[in-house]
T-cell receptor, first 111, second 113 residues
Framework: QQPVQSPQAVILREGEDAVINCSSS?????VHWYRQKHGEAPVFLMI?????EQKGHDKISASFNEKKQQSSLYLTASQLSYSGTYFC????????????FGQGTILTVHP | DGGITQSPKYLFRKEGQNVTLSCEQN?????MYWYRQDPGQGLRLIYY???????QKGDIAEGYSVSREKKESFPLTVTSAQKNPTAFYLC????????????FGQGTRLTVV
């Protein structure tokens, strides 16, 4: 079953912040975050493992609440290059190795 | 350079014909995946494989078939039983490790007319 992402779409001005959420009905081993530009392959952003660890690089970070089976991606001081569709992928439950993605969140950053 | 290659990039087929999409990787990854992408639906898992000669159905396997005769190759056949095959198809591969990302091919856009 696919994880559920919210919101479905976000529109920002450069410099503004955004949060994208991902929740699953199954216990998770890990949560992956990817960004995809139109017509291209998804590009890896980060992985979070169970344990509530928060990761980040540059102005993009993420958290993972294992008990709630939720993850959030934080984009701060957004740049035009952040535009794209963000996907969370989950690998867990009883099907380890089965990487399933959410429906995506479309992020648009305007000047 | 190591990577994952899908071919062709664009594919047109007549309704009722089977068509096979190619996916090859030279990353020595054990796991390979096929996803279908439609607007607003995200990436939906069709099939995945963790070892040669073994594969499992994903969430939308009906109308599709795969094989995994070699570690490097995981072709997807879209059969005439697939009711709405026009979509963007993405292949991915990874090491079987929760701390490792999946690598994606550039995708094949299939249009059935």
């Amino acid at each position: 079953q696919q994880p559920v992402q919210s919101p479905q779409a976000v529109i920002l001005r450069e410099g503004e912040d955004a949060v994208i959420n991902c929740s699953s009905s199954k216990a998770l081993y890990s949560v992956h975050w990817y960004r995809q530009k139109h017509g291209e392959a998804p590009v890896f952003l980060m992985i979070l493992l169970k344990g509530g660890e928060q990761k980040g690089h540059d102005k993009i970070s993420a958290s993972f609440n294992e008990k709630k089976q939720q993850s959030s991606l934080y984009l701060t001081a957004s740049q035009l290059s952040y535009s794209g569709t963000y996907f969370c992928g989950t690998d867990g439950g009883t099907s380890y190795g089965k990487l399933t993605f959410g429906q995506g969140t479309i992020l648009t950053v305007h000047p | 350079d190591g990577g994952i290659t899908q071919s062709p990039k664009y594919l047109f087929r007549k309704e009722g014909q089977n068509v096979t999409l190619s996916c090859e990787q030279n990353l020595n990854h054990d796991a390979m995946y096929w996803y279908r992408q439609d607007p607003g639906q995200g990436l939906r898992l069709i099939y995945y494989s963790q070892i040669v000669n073994d594969f499992q159905k994903g969430d939308i396997a009906e109308g599709y078939s795969v094989s995994r005769e070699k570690k490097e190759s995981f072709p997807l056949t879209v059969t005439s039983a697939q009711k709405n095959p026009t979509a963007f198809y993405l292949c991915a591969s990874s090491i079987i490790d929760p701390n490792t990302e999946a690598f994606f091919g550039q995708g094949t856009r299939l249009t059935v007319v």
